[in-house]
Nanobody
Framework: QVQPVESGGGLVQAGGSLRLSCTDS????????VGWFRRAPGKDLEFVAT????????RYSDSVKGRFTISRDGAKNTVHLQMNALKPEDTAVYYC???????????????WGQGTQVTVSS
């Protein structure tokens, strides 16, 4: 059974860094495209970044471009989201999701993790 699992969230001061990770707890050989999304308190789900199944293509939202980097470690079947220069407005629950193709549209992703909290203090 396909089940994304996020890890790496926490509390950090503005300007700091965190690295989120997403794995498939189903322990399958996964070539899924992976998307990261976030939901801040009182706001809608927002696209953050996505990476293709082979890792060759990436896309970022304008709000994180230049600060966040998405990458995949094929050997460990893991996708990372390196978040640098964090801002208080990055505070949200971050979700990873799996799909058969590369897209920034949340509704196209059938498999979702439970989320991990990221809190950036000012």
């Amino acid at each position: 059974q396909v089940q994304p699992v996020e890890s790496g969230g926490g509390l950090v001061q503005a300007g700091g860094s965190l690295r989120l990770s997403c794995t498939d707890s189903g322990v399958t050989e996964s070539n899924y495209a992976v998307g990261w999304f976030r939901r801040a308190p009182g706001k809608d789900l927002e696209f953050v970044a996505t990476i293709s199944g082979n890792g060759a293509m990436t896309r970022y939202s304008d709000s994180v471009k230049g600060r966040f980097t998405i990458s995949r470690d094929g050997a460990k079947n893991t996708v990372h989201l390196q978040m640098n220069a964090l801002k208080p407005e990055d505070t949200a629950v971050y979700y990873c999701a799996f799909n058969n193709y590369w897209t920034p549209i949340a509704s196209n992703y059938p498999y979702w993790g439970q989320g991990t909290q990221v809190t950036v203090s000012s």
